[in-house]
């Protein structure tokens, strides 16, 4: 199955099955690069779209998994976190942080493990869908499988 995923996506599929997880991989026909797009093409609510965010803090990257349904309060989340500052990275620190662009940044599969926060929100679906290394690709996993795979920090993200 895995032969017909671009190089990202194997990439992503390979730390998925590391981690022992079982969703797989799906290409969609068309780029689901936004919640609405992807939560569309799937027939499931914006909310459980786990929306894989890259911002700068603290002069680092900081990977924000957050539901479809909400926007990062960035001062809010940096308060609740002690950090400085929490800005949007340019396309060229999301590239450079995960190996991915922006729209199908996956919460695996990066060069090196990112800090990563995820929006509580995420734990009210018994599914959600993340991207799968590219805008065209997309996986199924559970909240408790989101925080094991990240290692992340679970808070209110809006």
């Given amino acids: 199955m895995t ?10 599929h390979e730390a998925l099955r590391s981690a022992g997880l079982s969703g797989e991989i799906i290409t969609l026909p068309d780029a689901a690069s936004t919640a609405a797009l992807a939560a569309a093409a799937l027939g499931v609510e914006v909310g459980a779209i786990a929306n894989s965010l890259v911002f700068w803090s603290d002069g680092a990257p900081l990977l924000v998994m957050t539901s479809g349904a909400h926007r990062v309060d960035t001062a809010g989340l940096a308060s609740r976190l002690g950090r400085e500052s929490i800005i949007r990275a340019t396309p060229e620190q999301v590239r450079e942080a995960t ?28 599914e959600i869908w993340a991207a ?16 094991r795979l990240t290692g992340g920090t679970v808070t209110a993200v809006d």
């Fill in 3 to 12: 032969e017909n995923l671009s190089a990202r996506s194997r990439i992503v």
């Fill in 132 to 147: 799968g290394g590219t805008p065209h690709t997309v996986f199924p996993l559970t909240f408790d499988e989101l925080v």
């Fill in 99 to 126: 190996g991915q662009a922006i729209g199908g940044v996956a919460p695996t599969g990066h060069p090196a493990p990112l800090p990563t926060v995820i929006d509580e929100a995420l734990a009210a679906f018994e």
